[in-house]
C-alpha cells in the first residue's frame, strides 16, 4: 500500500509538472493548426489565428490569443467577417470538479464585426461544409422558458470585458456603425446583483448605459427580479426602476422617465426621418411601464409632446408591419396645426389679406403610414386651423394609412356637434370625406374662423356631407362633392342693407329725391362694412357637385323683409353670383316720404372673386322687368299715353310702385303753386342702370352717354 500511494502520488506530480512545463516546450504551431482546421469546418469559412497563440493549465486554464480573423462570405468584399486584436479566456480548473464554473477573466481587445446585406443575401449566415445554402436550424423548442432547475450550476465571473469594440451594418450603400464600444460586466456569483455599465458611438452619436439585475439565478428560475437600467446621451436620456415578473414568460413592470430633446434627431438617426416641420421635437414620458418582449404598456402621468401636455394609458404593439397603438389621452390643450399635412402657400394676391389661389403643391400624407392607432382622447380645448372646439371627446382610428376621427360631442362657438372625418392615403390619389352636426352654432366667429367669410351673423344649426380626392388643395376642390343645409335664427347679413336699399329705389323712381342728383348714387344698393340687413330667420340647402355649389331655396324672414335666393359658388375659380329677391311685407318710412312699399321687390346681385365680390342692385333683372312692363303698357294702351310715360310705368309696375289710385295726373300744376320741373323718375333709373352697366366694363369701346335723351 505504501508502494502504490508513492505511485500514485508520482503519477500526480508528472501530471501536474507536465501541465505546467509541457505548454512551454510544445510549440504554438503544433496547435494553431488543428485549432484554425476544426473552426474552419465548423463555419465553413477560414478561421486565422495570425497572432501570438499560447496556452497554459495550471494553475487555471488561460488561453490567449491575437489576430484572431474569419474571412467574409463569397460576394461580400475583400475586409474579414469579423476581426480581433486580442482575446484572453481564464477558467479555474478545480472548481470544475464540483461543477461550478469561474472565469477569472474574459476579455476581447478591438473586437470588429462586419455585417452586410445585398442582392445576394447576407454574410452572417453560416452554410454547412459542401452545402450551397445555410444550414439546418434545430426544431424550435418553443423558445426560452423560465422555470426551476434552468440554471442548475454555480459560476462567476471576474474581469469581463469588451475594450474598443465596434460593429458595422451595410445594406444597399447605407451603412450604420456603433464604434467605441466598451462593456464592463461585474458578475460575482449567480445569487448577487450583476451591474453592467459601458459606452459607445452610434453613427456619430455618444450613448452610455448601465443596468443591474438583482440576480441572474432568479431571473431563469422564474422568480421576481429587481432590475434597473438607465441610458444617457443627447438623442435620449431614460431611466427604469422596476422588476421582472414572476413566471414563465418574461413580462416586467417599473417606473419610467424617459425624456427625448428631439423626435425628429431620434427618428433621422433610426434611419426613419419624419415628414419636414417644425413639430415633433421635444417628448417626455413620465409613468409606469409595463409589458413583454413585443408589447409596451404606458400609464403616464405627465406626457407631453411639444406643447402639448396631458395623461394617458397607452399600449404600444411592436409585433406587426407597424406599431400599433391603442388607449386613451386626455390633453387641457390641443393644437393639431402643426402637424397637419404641409401645403405650400401659393401667393396672394396684390391686394394686402384676402383669400390666396388654391395651391396645387402635393400634400403630403406619409406620415399616416407610419403607426397603426386606435385612440380614444379628451381634449379641453382643440385647435383646428383656425377653428376652436371645446370639451372635445373623440376617437381616432388610424389603420394601413387610413385615418377616421370621430368627434363624438365637441362645445362649438356656443353649441355643440358631431363630427366624422376620413383621409384616407391608402389608393394612388388620397380622398377625404366630412360628415358634421352642429345645433346652436353662433355663425359669425365660426364662419370667419374656417372659412374666412364675416358677412353672416346670428344662431343656428348646419348639416354637411362633403368628400373629395386629390393630392393638393386645387384637386380637393375641384372634386369636391356633398350636399347640406343651414337654419340661423336671429341674426343679420352683414355688409347691405336692403330695407334702405328699397327705400333709394323708392325715393328715386317716385321723385322724392326733389332735384337733381348724381343717378348712379340714387340707384346703388346701400352696402358698406357697417350696414346690415337683420333677419329672424335663415333656411336653406345646398349641393355640390365637383366643386360647383348650387343654393337655390334660400328663404330669409325678418318683420320688414321677405327675402328669397338663389346662386352658385364656383369653388375652384373661387368666385360666385348669387342673386337676392327682398320683397317689402310691412311700412317702410323712407328718407323724405312715408310711402307705402310694402309688396316692393329689388333683386339685388352679388358676384365676383372671394376677395372682390361686388354687391348692388341686380340690374340686369331690373332691365328685363322694365323692358317687359313698358312693353306690356305700351301694347296695351291706345295711344294717347307716350313712350315716356309707358317706359315709367312699366318700371314702376315692374317693381310694385304703380299708383292705383284712380286720380290722373294732368301735369298741370295746382291754383297757386309755381311751375316745378322735376326729374323724371324712370329716366333717373334708367340713367344710373346705364352708368352701374358701364362702370363694370370700364374697357367698353362705346360707353353709353350719362343722358338716355
Known sequence: MKRLGLALGLIIVLLIAAAVILPS???PSTYREPVEAAARDALNREVTLGGELSLQILPQLQIRASEVSIANADGFGEEAFAEMREMRVGVRLIPLLSRRVEITEFVMVEPTIRLVQNRRGNNWTFTAPDAGTAAPAPASSGGFVRGDGALPIEASFGDVRIENGALYFSDAGQTRSITGLDLNVALPSLDVPTRLNGALNADGESLAFAAEIGSIRDFFEGRETPVTFGLGGNLATLSFDGRILAGEAVAYTGALDANIPSL????AFAGSPLPAGDHLERFRAVGTLSGAPGELALQARTLS???ISGVADLTVNLTGARPRLTGGLELAELDVNPYLPAVSEAPRPASSGGIPPWSEAPIDLAGLGIVDADLRLTVGQLQFQAIEITDARLRARLNNSRLEVILENVGL???????????NNRGQRPSFSLAANLDGLDAGPFLEAAAGFDKLLGTGDLTL?????GNSQAAIMNSLDGSGNFSFADGAIVGINVAETIRNVSRLVSGGSGGETDSEDETAASTGERQTTDFSSLNGSFSIIDGQVAQRDLLMLSPLLRIEGAGSVNLPAQSLDYRLRPRAVASIEGQGG?????????????RGGFNNV???VDTEAVGEALLQGALNNALGSDGATSPRDALRDGLLNAIGLSDDSDDEDTGEPADGEATETRPDPAEQLLRGLLNQRRNRNPDQDNPPTDDPQ
Request: charged fraction near 20%; avoid cysteine; aromatic fraction near 2%.
Open 465 to 469: 356631407e362633403l368628400a373629395a380626392a
Open 413 to 423: 362657438y356656443e353649441g355643440q356637434g358631431s363630427a366624422t372625418i376620413v383621409a
Open 594 to 606: 312715408n310711402r307705402d312699399l310694402r309688396g316692393i321687390a329689388v333683386p339685388i346681385r352679388m
Open 305 to 307: 409632446l411639444d406643447a
Open 25 to 27: 516546450v510544445i510549440p
Open 264 to 267: 425628429r434627431a431620434l427618428a
Open 614 to 616: 361686388s354687391v348692388g
